[in-house]
């Protein structure tokens, strides 16, 4: 399978689409994520993949679907930048959500991240759309949606990749319990 993927990636450089297989019902099983080197690669024939959508349609999904609670949308680097100075300055742990509106994985999981930023409330809880900020998630080298990265002092010292409920209210326990007691 991933010989065919890598086929049809260099075969269609030009116009590319990326479907989430978890949207094709029976093309493929991913179990908790929806992994780059598993999308299906459609090239642009005249036919019709999906209605399009503004940019703006696209975000207000994405901070309707992904944010709320205590859960803060990266639309900038800049913005980033500012929630991790911020983090610092608090003392708290981030959890950064790499995710994209097209990923049903990731849909599947925002309720529980929002209901965890209500309950810990000591942790910073960020989503950043892969889609939006193309470059910086390349940058940390996101091979599949959603994957959680764990930072304190801006330093990476977990990771999770999927969409596993279990793992991720588990990851987010030892960080509170190893977290130094604040006066």
Request: aromatic residues 10%.
């Given at each position: 399978?991933?010989?065919?993927?890598?086929?049809?990636?260099?075969y269609?450089?030009?116009?590319?689409?990326?479907?989430?297989?978890?949207?094709i019902?029976?093309?493929f099983?991913?179990s908790g994520c929806?992994?780059v080197?598993?999308?299906?690669?459609v090239?642009?024939?005249?036919a019709?993949?999906?209605k399009?959508?503004?940019k703006?349609?696209?975000?207000?999904?994405?901070?309707?679907?992904?944010?709320?609670?205590?859960?803060?949308?990266?639309?900038?680097?800049e913005?980033?930048d500012?929630k991790?100075?911020?983090?610092?300055?608090?003392?708290?742990t981030?959890?950064a959500?790499?995710?994209?509106?097209?990923?049903?994985p990731?849909?599947?999981i925002?309720p529980?991240?929002?209901?965890l930023?209500?309950?810990y409330?000591?942790?910073m809880?960020?989503?950043i759309?892969?889609?939006e900020?193309?470059?910086f998630?390349?940058?940390w080298d996101?091979?599949?949606?959603?994957t959680?990265?764990?930072?304190?002092?801006?330093?990476?010292?977990?990771k999770l990749?999927?969409?596993?409920?279990?793992?991720?209210?588990k990851?987010?326990?030892?960080?509170v319990d190893?977290?130094?007691?604040?006066?």
């Amino acid at each position: 399978m991933l010989f065919l993927n890598v086929l049809l990636y260099q075969y269609a450089l030009w116009h590319v689409f990326y479907i989430c297989p978890n949207e094709i019902d029976g093309l493929f099983k991913l179990s908790g994520c929806c992994s780059v080197t598993s999308l299906v690669l459609v090239i642009k024939m005249g036919a019709c993949v999906s209605k399009s959508k503004t940019k703006e349609q696209d975000s207000e999904q994405s901070g309707a679907e992904f944010t709320g609670a205590n859960v803060h949308l990266i639309t900038t680097t800049e913005s980033w930048d500012q929630k991790m100075e911020e983090a610092k300055r608090d003392g708290k742990t981030v959890i950064a959500n790499f995710s994209a509106t097209w990923c049903g994985p990731c849909k599947m999981i925002a309720p529980l991240y929002r209901e965890l930023s209500e309950q810990y409330t000591s942790l910073m809880f960020l989503v950043i759309d892969v889609d939006e900020l193309t470059d910086f998630s390349t940058s940390w080298d996101i091979k599949a949606t959603p994957t959680f990265f764990f930072l304190r002092d801006g330093q990476q010292i977990d990771k999770l990749v999927g969409a596993n409920k279990p793992e991720l209210q588990k990851k987010i326990i030892s960080i509170v319990d190893s977290a130094p007691c604040q006066k």
